[in-house]
């Protein structure tokens, strides 16, 4: 089993930062990617960007690029996502995912919400 334990949620002012965290635990796999996804009330779950934990290849949705950095510790199999230039659009719930290649996984989610 997987455990994904997401962090440093919280209230900002728009064009503010904010940094997550989701530290994973549990078994291992031979290869996986790590993200970020976040629902907004009343909307679809929403991909927001991902990284290859063994190659560091990252994606992102395009409503993020130039803003969120996705990075990773493999040491501490913890994923970060860094958030800048905050809008109020970006208020979500942002969950953390390890999608092991046959299934996903997935924190309980922390809180962001970007004050106008």
């Known amino acids: 089993q997987v455990q994904l334990v997401e962090s440093g949620g919280g209230l900002v002012q728009a064009g503010g930062s904010l940094r997550l965290s989701c530290a994973a635990s549990?078994?291992?796999?031979?290869?996986?990617?790590m993200g970020w996804f976040r629902q907004a009330p009343g909307k679809e779950r929403e991909f927001v960007a991902n990284?290859?934990?063994?190659?560091?290849?990252?994606s992102y949705a395009d409503s993020v690029k130039g803003r969120f950095t996705i990075s990773r510790d493999k040491a501490k199999t913890v994923v970060y996502l860094r958030m800048d230039s905050l809008k109020p659009e970006d208020t979500s719930l942002y969950y953390c995912?390890?999608?092991?290649?046959?299934?996903?996984?997935w924190g309980q989610g922390t809180q962001v919400t970007v004050s106008s």
């Open positions: 549990g078994r291992t796999f031979s290869s996986y990617t």
């Open positions: 995912n390890l999608d092991s290649g046959w299934r996903d996984y």
């Open positions: 990284i290859a934990w063994s190659g560091g290849l990252t």
